[in-house]
């Protein structure tokens, strides 16, 4: 079992790099969209206001919503991400703290922080991620109605974190759930 384990971490920890790298390396796939007013996914499991001018790349399944935003100059990206889940939050940052001391004994340059936090008056998991010259991200994860939610704003150059950081949470606090899952209606 060890090994599948371990295995599932390595996936695990390539796919969440990549889900930012995605952002910096699709934008000739990408489609200009300036997303003026509310976004719905083609699931129907959430809307939000992303930000102006952004680039929009969208990435969906039955089960699953994405939408990717990258802004206009590249340098930043933000994340949605919805999938139906009844998960527990208490359970989560139980895994997500797993996540960060392994992050921490592999990268010990790295800055990595787990806390509690409330986003648009929801409790939320809170991760705050930093490979030096590499990656910066801020991560935010919560249930709503049996979504579990993945918001995830990052930058390749620290020094831009800032100047887009306000911008990512605006955007951030505007996700609203839609319509309940099914199994949830019938009840």
């Known amino acids: 079992m060890k090994p599948k384990s371990r295995k599932f971490k390595i996936l695990f920890i390539a796919g969440a790099l990549m889900l930012f790298f995605n952002f910096a390396n699709s934008l000739a796939v990408m489609v200009q969209d300036e997303a003026p007013g509310i976004y719905k996914d083609k699931n129907n499991f959430f809307t ?3 930000p102006a001018g952004w680039l929009k790349e969208e990435i969906s399944g039955d089960t699953v919503s994405q939408v990717n935003f990258t802004s206009p ?3 930043a990206g933000l994340a949605i991400i919805a999938a139906l889940d009844e998960g527990d939050l208490n359970d989560l940052f139980s895994l997500k703290n797993v996540y960060i001391k392994d992050y921490q004994r ?3 340059k790295g800055k ?3 806390a509690w936090d409330i986003l648009a008056e929801r409790k939320a998991i809170k991760i705050n991620f930093e490979l030096p010259r590499v990656i910066k991200q801020e991560q935010y994860f919560f249930y709503d109605q049996g979504v579990r939610f993945d918001l995830v704003y ?3 150059n620290a020094a831009d974190f800032k100047k887009y950081n306000q911008l990512a949470l605006d955007a951030f606090v505007t996700v609203e759930r839609q319509k309940p899952a099914k199994h949830k209606q019938n009840k």
């Open 112 to 114: 990595f922080s787990l």
């Open 48 to 50: 939000f206001s992303p």
């Open 154 to 156: 990052g930058v390749v």
């Open 106 to 108: 592999r990268f010990p």
């Open 73 to 75: 100059d590249g340098k």
